[in-house]
């Protein structure tokens, strides 16, 4: 098959010159580093006021609303909505079109000012808040009066958790009674009380290896737990008749 001739008029104006994009890309990159410090300096100032390393606040001017995100101290970006033209002057992924990056350059003035605006309102905020705060009332006696309460309950339990274990012959296990309306429930391990519990599943632990009852709770259950002992003395008194009766 024979090649076909390129006909020299179809390549004619090729060779022209192609005008380099890299004045206007580097003059980009100056600009947006620029900016990018600058702002990373609003950025520390709205850090120590927010009280946070990251946060973000949009800033309204009479063209458009700036938006400026950071975290660490550092720009994550800073957007500006020229009214539904959105342009990232910086940002953590690609830099922004340099005719973008002019319009929103033409308004920026306008966002440093209404930053500036926004630090002068809070100039004063705080003069007139006392300093002086109130006491606060300690809680060392109800603590004091929980523990003591609870001391002597753990004793107790600790000796029906002994007793327990050498009745049942067993290492664990529970004994359970009802005082009133309420069902109370000890677990024992070996020679101690594992816990001590007042309503059931889901109830109020007055005993536990995790963290004490609140003094409400402990109020409310307090007076019942002599009449756990009492049901615990006639559970013993029980297995004491029915071996009694035993003859050998």
Not at 19 to 41: F, P, Y
Not at 117 to 131: C, F, I, N
Not at 138 to 148: P, Q
Not at 154 to 171: H, I, P, S, Y
Request: net charge negative; glycine share 8%; charged share 30%.
């Amino acid at each position: 098959m024979p090649i076909a001739r390129v006909d020299p008029s179809m390549t004619a104006g090729l060779d022209a010159d192609v005008v380099g994009a890299d004045a206007a890309a580097d003059r980009r990159d100056e600009l947006v580093a620029q900016v990018t410090d600058h702002a990373g300096r609003i950025a520390r100032e709205l850090a120590r006021l927010q009280g946070g390393d990251y946060g973000q606040r949009e800033f309204d001017t009479d063209g458009g609303t700036w938006t400026l995100k950071y975290e660490g101290g550092d720009v994550d970006y800073l957007r500006f909505d020229g009214r539904g033209d959105d342009v990232y002057v910086v940002s953590t992924k690609q830099p922004p079109d340099p005719e973008a990056l002019a319009r929103a350059m033409a308004d920026y003035d306008a966002f440093v000012e209404a930053f500036n605006e926004y630090v002068r309102s809070l100039d004063g905020v705080l003069d007139d808040t006392a300093d002086e705060l109130p006491a606060i009332e300690s809680v060392d006696s109800v603590v004091e009066a929980r523990e003591r309460i609870l001391s002597r309950m753990r004793e107790t339990c600790d000796l029906m958790a002994e007793q327990l274990n050498r009745v049942e012959g067993n290492d664990y296990g529970t004994f359970s009674a009802r005082v009133g309306s309420s069902r109370w429930e000890l677990k024992w391990e070996e020679n101690r009380a594992s816990y001590l519990r007042v309503g059931g599943e889901g109830g109020v632990y007055l005993l536990s290896q995790y963290q004490p009852p609140a003094p409400k709770d402990l109020r409310a259950h307090a007076d019942g737990f002599s009449g756990f002992v009492d049901a615990f003395n006639e559970h013993v008194s029980e297995i004491s008749e029915s071996l009694d009766t035993v003859e050998l």
